[in-house]
């Protein structure tokens, strides 16, 4: 690694100037195209960013402030609403928390270690993200419901999991469990097993390892697996859907109540709540752009 | 602290990583253990170290039996091929690392270890280093401190997974003598992996060879470069000529040729008969047990090494010898080969 720079750069510049591009009409770079090939290329790209991206992000704060930011901020502070947002915070703050420990001792398991079953338990991971949400939350109705394989038992100890807050929990977390252990797999694996070896022979404990060696080496990749799983868990729609009920002020997440002020014609309450929604994606987008750069920043290259 | 190692077996699927290996090191030896990649010589110093288990087979430190303690318990110092170093923390804090992570009851203080983390760092000659991460150093500069930090919890024992393996050949072998006068100023129990026979001979007291998971031998540096046990110790340090012959009633031929060397007792039967570049005397045409053209002289420094194709019943064999610069060959001369010594090896299977 460390000798790698010395020899493409003192070759690289050598042949850069012997052939120092007299005739303009010839192309600077190789790589490059004829200008109007270039334009139609640049114009496809804008027009597809504009239709599908930029207008509807746009259209969303557009309706949510067709009647002025009075109409805006009262949609925002209307009870209904306000539940909406608790409930979304509150879901998300549970399944990012139960999420954090298991990806990382997921990860942790799954990079480090070798054992029986170790594929099966990568693909098991993988799940939430290969079926259908509404499948995900059918699954709790059939385990949790009145019909269900715990629903009586559920019932005569007055338990309730469906159409209440726990039930909005485990479906949210089971659909964005993937996230953490995702973002940390890769990256536990190419940093290998060495440092905590080192660690190991150097008279620390398992934990002492854990906490003052792998811990640090993974703070980036799990913040963002923090993010993503944070953005997914208050965007979730379909597997919620399923579990939720819809009783208004106390099991509507945001996503949910967007869709009901729509289909009741409340345009600017919808889109009021659904500009939130936005925003956490543009700050989920900002923050995650910071958090890959410290990523790459983080891989020191290994000496071979 | 001697190191005792006895009968010790490692098996990977149904690949023997050792087999049945028996070692004793010495205490305040600077041991090498040599051999190709995949000879076993690293998963036995992991096996010492704590780092992985034998299938059967004992490791005991001063008689006492270290396979009862894991490796944090081994108080033994390991330095990693590729320096391991905690890639978040200063040179400093990595040096410290062991220090820290002792058990509060016997934990130096805070002043303790800044005084012990400073005396490493004077001893490896790095102190004006400690604030640096590991990202920001050389890689002679990573091994030392790699270094500093195994030595930092004072090791019984001192291991070496091919510590100059990934420096290039300057630094190797500025490290290289370093280690060796390290060695003789702390003079712990050491034990280096290396592949490279240069690195085993020019600095540890005793080396072991290693292939296939077994010992092939174990001497002092000139003992196993003068009187190679085996034929793939002869074949495997210093370079060697290698000629199948055939041995029978103490006459040695080569593709039928009896040639006028003593079989010096070697068993009847196909052979390999190997001799060092530099005891190939050359003669003129018609002397020495040997007869070749000379394809191609390369001269350099004290010695012109020349590429001869060997006539005879070789079969336009070519093989290299390091001749003396006292008389110059030239391409097309032909000229008679004796080996001064050489060894005759049975071939086996």
Request: contains cysteine; neutral net charge.
């Amino acid at each position: 690694m460390m000798m790698k720079p010395e020899l493409p750069s003192s070759v690289g510049s050598a042949s850069g100037r012997s052939r120092a591009l007299p005739p303009y009409s010839a192309r600077a770079d190789a790589r490059t195209e004829p200008g109007p090939v270039r334009l139609v290329i640049i114009a496809i790209t804008v027009v597809f960013l504009t239709v599908f991206v930029v207008l509807p992000l746009v259209m969303v704060f557009a309706q949510a402030f067709s009647r002025g930011v009075g109409a805006y901020f009262s949609a925002l502070s209307d009870p209904e609403a306000l539940s909406a947002i608790r409930l979304t915070l509150c879901v998300a703050a549970v399944s990012v928390g139960l999420n954090l420990v298991f990806g990382v001792v997921a990860a942790w398991a799954i990079a480090k270690f070798d054992f029986r079953g170790k594929t099966l338990l990568v693909s098991l991971i993988d799940l939430p993200f290969s079926v259908s949400p509404v499948i995900s939350g059918l699954v709790f109705v059939l385990l949790f419901g009145a019909q269900g394989y715990w629903g009586r038992w559920l019932q005569s100890h007055d338990i309730h999991v469906l159409f209440a807050v726990p039930g909005i929990a485990l479906a949210t977390v089971f659909v964005t469990f993937p996230f953490v252990a995702r973002a940390l797999i890769p990256l536990m694996q190419e940093q290998g097993i060495q440092e905590e070896e080192a660690a190991i022979s150097l008279g620390a404990s398992g934990l002492q390892t854990f906490f003052r060696v792998t811990l640090p080496n993974i703070k980036w990749g799990v913040l963002y697996g923090v993010l993503l799983c944070n953005a997914r868990a208050m965007g979730e729609f379909g597997a919620v859907s399923v579990v939720s009920g819809h009783i208004r002020g106390e099991t509507n997440t945001m996503p949910l109540l967007v869709e009901i002020l729509y289909n009741e014609y409340q345009f600017v309450s919808s889109f009021a709540i659904a500009s939130l929604l936005a925003m956490l994606a543009l700050i989920t987008l900002v923050a995650k752009t910071i958090l890959e750069r410290q990523l790459d920043q983080g891989q020191f290259p290994s000496d071979d | 602290m001697t190191i005792e190692v006895r009968n010790l077996v490692k098996k990977f699927g149904g690949f023997a990583a050792l087999d049945h290996v028996d070692l004793k090191v010495g205490d305040g030896e600077l041991l090498a253990l040599l051999g190709p990649s995949g000879s076993g010589k690293t998963t036995l110093l992991r096996i010492i170290a704590g780092l992985d288990w034998p299938d059967s087979g004992e490791v005991s430190f001063d008689g006492e039996n270290a396979l009862a303690h894991g490796a944090g318990q081994r108080h033994v110092g390991f330095v990693f091929q590729h320096y391991a170093l905690f890639r978040h923390m200063t040179v400093f804090e990595n040096v410290a690392f062991g220090l820290r992570v002792q058990p509060r009851a016997v934990r130096k203080t805070e002043a303790g270890i800044r005084a012990r983390v400073g005396e490493l760092l004077d001893l490896v000659q790095l102190d004006w280093l400690s604030d640096r991460y590991p990202s920001q150093l050389s890689g002679g500069q990573r091994q030392r401190i790699a270094l500093a930090r195994a030595l930092a919890i004072e090791p019984r024992i001192l291991l070496l997974d091919e510590p100059f393996g990934a420096l290039d050949a300057k630094v190797r072998k500025e490290l290289r003598q370093w280690l060796r006068s390290l060695h003789s100023e702390i003079h712990v129990t050491s034990i280096f992996v290396t592949h490279d026979q240069e690195e085993a001979l020019e600095v540890a007291n005793r080396v072991v060879v290693m292939e296939k998971g077994r010992i092939e031998q174990i001497g002092t540096p000139g003992e196993v470069y003068d009187h190679p046990a085996t034929a793939f110790v002869h074949g495997f340090i210093g370079e060697s000529i290698v000629l199948p012959v055939e041995v029978s009633d103490g006459c040695v031929r080569l593709g039928g040729e009896a040639l006028n060397i003593a079989a010096n007792g070697a068993a009847s039967g196909a052979s390999k008969l190997f001799v060092r570049r530099h005891d190939m005397q050359v003669g003129p045409a018609g002397s020495g047990a040997l007869q070749g053209a000379v394809q191609r002289v390369r001269a350099f420094g004290p010695i012109q090494r020349a590429e001869i194709v060997l006539s005879a019943g070789a079969g336009a064999t070519v093989i290299e010898i390091d001749a003396p610069r006292d008389r110059e060959l030239q391409s097309g001369d032909i000229i008679g080969l004796q080996p001064k010594r050489y060894r005759i090896f049975a071939v086996q299977d």
